[in-house]
């Protein structure tokens, strides 16, 4: 090597500057941590108001059935809000959106455990005998019911390395959550039917109509484009 020529030294990757072009996208996302944590605290609330009322003595004169419902109305919310992100993406282009998806399916499958268990422990017993006896009187139970299954293998295939294991299969899998969304909009009409009381189901159901016709529209739309491309 001549004394005109200066080594160079290779920086280790883990203190090299980002590629210029990446540094936007990186600088972009910034904002998804802070907000995930935000997000996954605040998902905790409506566990911590059941805690503070029944520490509170506010839970009313039947505890179990304000528990219940609370819970059940909140897997409900928690569906909406998972069925919402892929709208939102689309339509305001913010593509980290999609990061919050697997985090908001989770509380909506942790709410409606917690609904489940409610029911099958703190009311029923595990009494078998009194389970069957209600379905038999209130078979909204059991749409209820097919909908927490499907949430089960949703959640039990959510993890990164059952998506890569499943491949194109789990894609295909968790378009069941279209079937738990409307399973669980038809378990809270009937169950509020009986008391005539459907202000909330008609809200919710509208609000599910809408997330799930909106993709109804994608899918048409998408399917004439590649119709009109193979002309």
């Known amino acids: 090597m001549s004394s005109s020529e200066t080594p160079t030294v290779t920086e280790p990757a883990s203190r090299r500057p980002p590629p210029a ?17 935000a997000v996954f605290v605040a998902a905790w609330y409506p566990l911590a108001r059941i805690v503070l009322f029944g520490l509170t003595d506010r839970l009313g004169a039947n505890p179990i ?31 980290a ?28 017993w595990f009494d078998v005998a009194a389970i069957l006896k209600d379905i038999g009187k209130r078979p909204f139970i059991m749409v209820g019911f097919a909908a927490f299954v499907l949430l089960i293998a949703l959640a039990a295939t959510s993890p990164r390395a059952m998506v890569r294991k499943l491949g194109r299969r789990w894609q295909t899998l968790h378009r069941a959550i279209y079937a738990i969304g409307v399973l669980a909009i038809l378990h809270f009409w009937w169950m509020k039917s009986g008391k005539h009381d459907l202000l909330l189901p008609k809200i ?28």
């Open 21 to 37: 072009a990446k540094r936007p996208a990186a600088a972009g996302t910034r904002w998804v941590v802070p907000v995930k944590i």
């Open 65 to 95: 059935e304000f528990i219940t419902r609370s819970t059940g109305l909140w897997t409900l919310v928690f569906l909406c809000i998972t069925l919402a992100v892929t709208p939102l993406r689309r339509l305001t282009g913010v593509t």
């Open 97 to 124: 959106l999609a990061r919050f998806r697997r985090m908001l399916g989770l509380y909506a499958f942790f709410y409606a455990t917690l609904h489940f268990t409610t029911y099958l422990w703190f009311d029923k």
């Open 204 to 231: 919710y159901g509208a609000i599910m109509l809408a997330l799930l016709g909106w993709r109804l529209l994608v899918w048409l739309r998408e399917r004439v484009a590649l119709g009109v491309a193979k002309r």
